[in-house]
């Protein structure tokens, strides 16, 4: 199976940045899209970005468009989210996932999640 663990995610204030990583380990010789999604408590899980395996293609929530950039390293099998100018309403746990089509945004489309890693965003 694939395993994906999460990391970077803290407390920032308003107008801040963050990195969050996500590290690929077990069957890692196949083709994957990976993903980024969030959930907020009380809230459904929602798309954020998405990468094709090659990296050629992406794909963004309206919401973080210009200001999240989502990149992957294949050679080190991690996947990043670049959150720049976050804002509070930013605050929830992100989660990174992998698929084996392109940077699609529904969730049906992945089969492996990770953890999550919790950001928080104050004003």
């Known amino acids: 199976q694939v395993q994906l663990v999460e990391s970077g995610g803290g407390l920032v204030q308003a ?9 690929r380990s ?10 980024w999604f969030r959930r907020a408590p009380g809230k459904e899980r929602e798309f954020v970005a998405a990468i094709s395996w090659s ?3 992406t794909n963004y929530a309206d919401s ?9 390293d294949n050679a080190k099998n991690t996947v ?6 976050l ?14 089509i392109g940077p699609a945004k ?8 990770g953890q999550g890693t ?3 965003v104050s004003s």
């Open 64 to 72: 973080v468009k210009g200001r999240f950039t989502i990149s992957r």
């Open 15 to 23: 107008g801040g940045s963050l990195k969050l990583s996500c590290a």
């Open 80 to 85: 990043y989210l670049q959150m720049n100018s």
């Open 118 to 120: 919790q950001v928080t």
């Open 106 to 113: 529904e969730v049906s489309q992945y089969y492996y999640w």
């Open 87 to 100: 804002k509070p309403e930013d605050t929830a746990v992100y989660y990174c996932a992998a698929g084996v």
């Open 26 to 35: 077990g069957r890692t010789f196949g083709t994957y899209a990976m993903g």
């Open 55 to 57: 990296g050629g293609s």
